[in-house]
């Protein structure tokens, strides 16, 4: 019945498909990419330059030039793997095949005339938002490139500053948090003042499916993305970029700046460089040194900082994020090596290395007198008889009855007693004293079927207490041995360590569990 | 291949059981080979899409098991020359048309015959389509069937599925793509929606395509930074965000490496 319908439903497709010139799927009119555009001409303009590309650590030089000029820059988007970690290795999406993206400075009232070319092998589309774009999406409406075409775009740089870069593509925290992202330094027309050296260092978080150091191919978790529990936090793309031989590098006596951004894609930083004292800050990447002699900076996401400090005292200065587990646990470190002359009234290195005993007893107190002689007698009886002294057992027993408080009391009760005709008791038990190896393989090992103790016969069961450590053992056994009217020496942890090697590991102990 | 064999074999079993059970009914009701019937449904656009509350209801359709592969593309130019890549014009497909082949008619070792086709331009996948007496799938329909993991229609339910399709973009592009068929199909039977190649759609360029459908004039400008989260159901349905995004950036005679097609049928009985 639908047969005539369909037939001339194909027969109109295919007379479409031989005539595809007739067959605009366009339903808007929209100008595809192929259509010419106005060009523009600014007349504020001298010239022509391609822009200069470095990256991370390094910073294209000053500019020296007096006039506005019009910059090309060709940037490239990549996809590419990189070492994330040591043995950990990411799919990075990047602005010039490293992470962070490729360090662009022109000046302030240059046009800038943008190619984004999207690499052929990408599988992504990609764009780029420049916050220093006057515009819609700064850029990013009119950048949007498939993988294996070009984009082009010009814009003014209206306003100095230090800017962030990033692909706002949907998903845009994605395409952040794949690492696409960098600075363009729009430098005021007066210039940045004059200092000795100038270095990029980038913050940014990576959220991978495995834990921190997981060797492999990780992959992008975006579960931890949305809930902003980064696994990695570095300084320019990776664990270790600025560590040892890849430090930053300065001398005693020269002024440094630092461009830092920050990609997020959710973190700020609390930027902080340990042993150096940041004489001036330009809060936020703005043109107005407005701090002076500043500890730790905030950097936004998606937001930069400018600072500068001078060199007085050689050695090695660690940049963190002073968030500080970000530091210590997830990569956020990187180094600053400054060798000269040393300045000793700066800093005079350590110049005592003594004991402290703390306030409660100072220097040729009675107090410290009495500590000293006490901690000559342990020390004493300790070299004396390392295995058994009175205040080790001492203390043995103190330890092991909070070990019995949690593990045995529930049986064998408080005052040792036992359960009549189901726990045998401790108290005064002629088979927990007869044979003490015996007691710490039955603790390891735990028991079951009949036993005699003085002259009852029980048959329970005792749960292998293995979990408990040899020190434990040692000292809850300790405890028992003298309490609830025992009397007996002590069991030493050492003695525990080689039962319980001699012993096998509890066959049945699963049954218990 | 095995689960080529497999599905194939599972496909061949579906059509024999249709053409008994429904003994009696119209003899197109069984799916051509290589096809399998999606039945009708209710497809609620997860992102992008028309705004309903009901979802939108399409019609039964019968749909390419595996995307068309280089080896079926050449035999599409073998017969229609003006689609080689020496006689196509500029304005069906950009300079990149089928650079992964040797030649015209000669595929070379880029481009695995049983691999999905790709540097192909929605004019080529259309007019292929027709050749073929089929047509490319529509966006609702794509996403329809894509939305399925190899168990439930509701596939984004399905963790082991949703990580798998995430984790295709946290893997590099295969220097040459691999043969079809590589991966389990879906409960529907079709294979390779995910983690292969992007797939061209007959309406890829609807306004409604757009994940916030604001018009604008260029491509994909509505989909850039926080902007895209605007109207969407689901935010956290990356893998569909990037499909959006990819096809609101695409231009009719674009060539892509890794973007191919499959082609659907209309089923009997419907539109």
Request: charged share 20%; net charge neutral; with cysteine.
């Amino acid at each position: 019945m639908n047969i005539p319908s369909t037939s001339l439903c194909m027969a109109t497709l295919l007379a479409g498909a031989l005539f595809y010139g007739a067959l605009p799927p366009r339903t808007s009119g929209q100008a595809t990419s192929q259509a010419p555009r106005p060009k523009i001409i600014d007349p504020s303009v001298v010239g022509e330059e391609n822009a200069v590309l470095t990256q991370a650590p390094f910073v294209p030089p000053p500019i020296k030039r007096k006039q506005a000029t019009k910059v090309i820059v060709k940037l490239e988007v990549k996809e590419v793997v990189r070492k994330l970690s040591d043995g950990v290795e990411y799919l990075f999406w990047t602005f010039g095949g490293e992470v962070p993206g490729s360090f662009i400075r022109v000046r302030e009232g240059d046009l800038v005339e943008f190619h984004l070319n999207n690499h052929p092998t990408s599988k992504m589309p990609h764009n780029i938002d420049l916050h220093a774009v006057t515009g819609p999406g700064g850029g990013a409406a009119s950048s949007f490139t498939l993988p294996g075409h070009t984009s082009q775009f010009s814009f003014k740089a209206l306003n100095p500053g230090l800017y962030v870069y990033h692909c706002a593509t949907a998903p845009v925290g994605m395409h952040v948090g794949n690492g696409m992202y960098g600075l363009i330094l729009v430098e005021p027309k007066e210039g940045l003042p004059r200092v000795d050296k100038e270095y990029y260092v980038m913050q940014s978080e990576f959220y991978t499916s495995g834990k921190f150091g997981e060797e492999g191919l990780q992959f992008f978790d975006q579960n931890k993305a949305v809930d902003e529990r980064p696994t990695y936090v570095v300084f320019n793309g990776s664990v270790g970029s600025m560590v040892g031989d890849k430090a930053i590098t300065a001398n005693v006596g020269e002024t440094v700046r630092l461009f830092i951004g920050n990609g997020g894609p959710n973190l700020v930083s609390s930027f902080h460089v340990i042993g150096e004292i940041f004489d001036k800050v330009y809060p936020e990447g703005g043109t107005l040194p407005a701090q002076h002699n500043v500890q730790t900076t905030l950097v936004p996401a998606g937001g930069s900082t400018m600072v500068e400090f001078k060199l007085d005292v050689p050695g090695t200065y660690v940049l963190v994020d002073h968030s500080i587990f970000r530091a210590f646990n997830k990569g956020a470190l990187g180094m600053l090596k400054v060798s000269g002359k040393e300045d000793l009234i700066t800093y005079s290195g350590k110049e005592v290395d003594a004991v402290y005993l703390g306030r409660q007893a100072e220097a040729g107190s009675a107090a410290e007198k009495t500590v000293a002689t006490l901690q000559e007698q342990v020390k004493q009886a300790i070299q004396a008889d390392p295995k058994i002294s009175g205040l080790t057992k001492e203390i043995q027993i103190a330890k092991g009855k909070q070990v019995f408080m949690q593990t045995c009391f529930v049986c064998h009760q408080l005052d040792g007693q036992g359960v009549l005709n189901q726990i045998p008791p401790l108290a005064k038990a002629d088979y927990l004293m007869a044979d003490k190896e015996r007691s710490v393989r039955l603790v390891l090992q735990g028991m079951t079927g009949d036993v005699v103790v003085n002259g009852k016969k029980y048959n329970g069961i005792m749960t292998p207490l293995n979990n408990l450590s040899d020190e434990e053992i040692a000292n809850v056994l300790t405890y028992v041995r003298n309490s609830f009217g025992n009397s007996g020496d002590a069991v030493l942890p050492a003695e525990v360590r080689r039962i319980r090697s001699e012993t096998p590991p509890p066959a049945a102990q699963a049954q218990y569990e | 291949m095995l689960y080529r064999f497999i599905i194939q074999s599972i496909v061949l079993l579906a059509t024999t059981s249709l053409c008994f059970s429904e003994a009696g009914r119209k003899h197109e009701e069984s799916a051509p080979a290589g096809m399998v019937l999606i039945p009708a449904g209710l497809f609620k656009p997860q992102i992008g899409g028309e705004q309903t509350t009901n979802g939108i209801r399409l019609q039964s359709f019968f749909l390419d098991v595996f995307p068309v592969s280089n080896i079926d593309f050449l035999q599409f130019v073998r017969e229609k020359p003006r689609w080689r890549r020496s006689q196509v014009q500029l304005a069906g497909a950009d300079e990149s048309y089928l650079k992964h082949w040797s030649g015209d008619l000669e595929l070379g070792p880029r481009a695995f015959s049983n691999a999905p086709v790709t540097f192909v331009s929605w004019y080529a996948a259309t007019a292929y389509s027709f050749w073929k007496s089929k047509r490319l799938p529509t966006t609702y329909e794509w996403e329809y069937v894509a939305a399925a993991s190899p168990t439930r229609p509701d596939g984004q339910n399905d963790p082991d599925f949703v990580r798998e399709i995430r984790n295709w973009y946290s893997t590099p592009s295969p220097e040459i793509l691999p043969a079809v068929g590589g991966k389990r199909a879906n409960m529907y039977g079709v294979a390779d929606l995910h983690g292969l190649i992007w797939e061209w759609v007959s309406d890829f360029n609807a306004p409604w395509a757009k994940i916030n459908g604001r018009g604008g004039s260029e491509p994909g400008g509505e989909l850039f930074c926080g902007a895209g989260a605007d109207g969407s159901k689901d935010r956290e349905n990356f893998p569909a965000f990037m499909r959006y995004g990819f096809r609101g950036g695409l231009q009719v005679n674009y060539t892509v490496h890794n973007l191919g097609f499959r082609c659907a049928r209309s089923a009997a009985g419907s539109r």
